[in-house]
């Protein structure tokens, strides 16, 4: 296997691999792919000191996918403007036009995580010198990240915009990694769930691009256990590759998209994506530092060092991931539920503990609500209006193509929006839950992602052949 070089050996010349903010500017706060900000994300001077921008560009988790359309040689362009061949040369650069590629999902694995714990990843860490640093989406989860991923696009064109959302139809909450609706979540005892009435097609209306190369004649297929299969979450963001139904180990994902590359059966262009959920899961369970995160993550790489090794020679394998994670700390978490301040005005709280959406009640100005959140959490979180996030740039592009946000879209995004601080450095979170939501068990989560740090919203873009 080779590291992601330019055809003369050497990192490309705007690789962010020296450091995730040294990407060069064109012009005054200009960047070369046409998004405001110093190279981090859209409008990163919005932010306070040691958090970043989400970025939809060529420097985003939303050019992954054009990037492996374009190195199979297709042209494709996304709503924001992604162009496919460009995120190639971009991102897998100096590789020439591939047949095959797999594109490997890590869930939670951020670029610092891994290069913290790299001792349990000898063949990622062997790729770590010459790889990006992606940015991901806002918020920094599965959601809202596998959509942009999926897409090309971001949240503002998805409409997949964090863990928990309201729909806008029956005002109850939704769980979008389950597909599922809780018409009351406030109702005292068992909270009753049922599938969420809305269609996955209906909700995320972009064309992903993986749909987009099944539709040219690109053998696209997708591994994974039977619960993936058809579920609301992959129609909506992952629509499009023939789905494999495995066994519940990442191995057997594995032994199926070597199965998938090495078939005979005439097709010109093969793409494979494959995801790996264990590693967040072990995070979200035991903090990501954890020794159950190593052992995770040393399964993961071990598979990984498998399937380079099995797959046939010269297949493009991009290994990235759609987020990383942070360590809470209990003394910097907020329950709404227990503030008046907090709760006052406020008709359903969305999102996840690091990332929320605050749904005001009606004659309420959402004003009044950011104001007394912003007095109460201080230097705990970032506080926002929706209109003030979305002219930022949080949910996607803040000028150019894509820009708009569709107005099915815009009425889900909480009327205020907020990203918490803490975990700069991957620990010292803060989080704000709400009791009569989120179990004891939620809110004792030692491992969580979603806000604006490096280590929530750096991904690794690991680049190699086979």
């Known amino acids: 296997m080779r590291p992601r070089t330019d055809t003369s050996g050497r990192p490309l010349p705007d690789d962010p691999s020296a450091g995730p903010d040294d990407h060069p500017a064109d012009g005054a706060g200009a960047r070369p792919d046409g998004l405001p900000g110093d190279g981090t994300g859209a409008r990163a001077a919005d932010l306070p000191a040691g958090l970043v921008a989400p970025s939809y560009g060529l420097d985003g988790l939303a050019a992954v996918l054009p990037a492996a359309a374009g190195a199979l040689g297709h042209e494709l362009t996304t709503a924001t403007g992604i162009d496919a061949r460009t995120a190639a040369g971009r991102l897998a650069g100096g590789f020439g036009a591939a047949t095959r590629c797999v594109v490997v999902v890590v869930d939670g694995l951020g670029t610092h995580n891994l290069s913290d714990r790299g001792g349990h990843a000898p063949t990622m860490r062997g790729l770590l010198p010459d790889a990006r640093t992606l940015t991901s989406s806002f918020p920094s989860t599965t959601a809202a990240a596998l959509a942009t991923l999926g897409t090309g696009t971001g949240p503002a064109r998805t409409g997949l915009l964090g863990y928990t959302q309201r729909n806008p139809a029956t005002g109850g909450l939704a769980t979008l990694v389950a597909w599922q609706e809780q018409s009351d979540p406030y109702r005292r005892g068992p909270r009753m769930s049922q599938p969420l009435t809305v269609a996955p097609q209906d909700l995320q209306r972009e064309p992903t691009v993986l749909e987009s190369l099944a539709a040219r004649g690109v053998d696209v297929s997708a591994p994974g256990p039977q619960k993936y299969d058809n579920s609301g979450m992959t ?35 093969r793409l494979v994506y494959l995801y790996q959920a264990a590693v967040d899961k072990a995070g979200h369970k035991h903090g990501w530092a954890s020794s159950q995160w190593g052992d995770a993550l040393e399964d993961t790489d071990r598979e990984l060092r498998r399937l380079l090794r099995s797959v046939p020679r010269g297949t493009l394998v991009l290994v990235t991931a759609d ?3 942070v360590a809470t700390t209990p003394s910097r978490q907020h329950d709404v539920a227990a503030d008046a301040a907090l709760s006052e005005g406020v008709a359903l709280l969305g999102g996840e503990p690091r990332a929320l959406h605050v749904y005001t009640r009606d004659g309420v100005e959402p004003a009044d609500v950011a104001a007394r959140w912003t007095d109460r959490l201080g230097e705990d979180a970032v506080v926002r209006l929706r209109d003030d996030a979305v002219r930022q740039g949080w949910f996607g592009p803040a000028a150019g193509p894509g820009s708009d946000v569709p107005e099915h879209v815009r009425r889900i995004i909480g009327d205020v929006v907020v990203a918490t601080t803490g975990g700069e450095d991957g620990s010292g979170a803060a989080t704000v839950v709400d009791s009569r939501l989120h179990s004891a068990d939620a809110r004792a989560m030692p491992g969580v992602h979603g806000s604006l740090t490096p280590y929530e919203m750096h991904v690794p873009l690991l680049v190699a052949v086979a």
């Open 323 to 325: 987020h990383g994670q």
């Open 235 to 269: 129609s909506a963001a992952l629509r499009g590759p023939r789905y494999v139904v495995t066994g519940n180990r990442f191995a057997d994902a594995v032994d199926a998209t070597v199965a998938a590359l090495r078939a005979r059966d005439g097709a010109d262009n």
